[in-house]
Nanobody, 118 residues
Framework: QVQLVESGGGLVQAGGSLRLSCVASGSIVRFNSMGWFRQAPGKEREFVADLNWTGVGTYADSAKGRFTISRDNVKTTVDLQMNSLKPEDTTIYFC????????????WGQGTQVTVSS
């Protein structure tokens, strides 16, 4: 099992910034990816950004140019720096840890609320 603890959500005005952090603990493996998803009420969870153990990152179109994902493999943390926030970024953000390999497993954090006021 892998436990994830997120922090850093909150309320910010449009155009402002927030930094989300996630710490993974437990059965950590070398070949993994860590990333962020978000989910609004009544909608499917959507991908935001992801970074694998080699440092290769991917971003959703909505995040490109505004969000930056980073990780510390020693501390097993992943951060999401969110700049130029928009009201439509308002939702719950979830950290995901994915064990990669022949059989893959996903673990999720409890979520952290981000609210962007207009």
């Amino acid at each position: 099992q892998v436990q994830l603890v997120e922090s850093g959500g909150g309320l910010v005005q449009a155009g402002g910034s927030l930094r989300l952090s996630c710490v993974a603990s437990g059965s950590i493996v070398r070949f993994n990816s860590m990333g962020w998803f978000r989910q609004a009420p009544g909608k499917e969870r959507e991908f935001v950004a992801d970074l694998n153990w080699t440092g290769v990152g991917t971003y959703a179109d909505s995040a490109k140019g505004r969000f930056t994902i980073s990780r510390d493999n020693v501390k097993t943390t992943v951060d999401l720096q969110m700049n130029s926030l928009k009201p439509e970024d308002t939702t719950i953000y979830f950290c995901r840890y994915k064990k990669l390999g022949v059989v893959e497993y996903e673990y999720w954090g409890q979520g952290t609320q981000v609210t962007v006021s207009s």
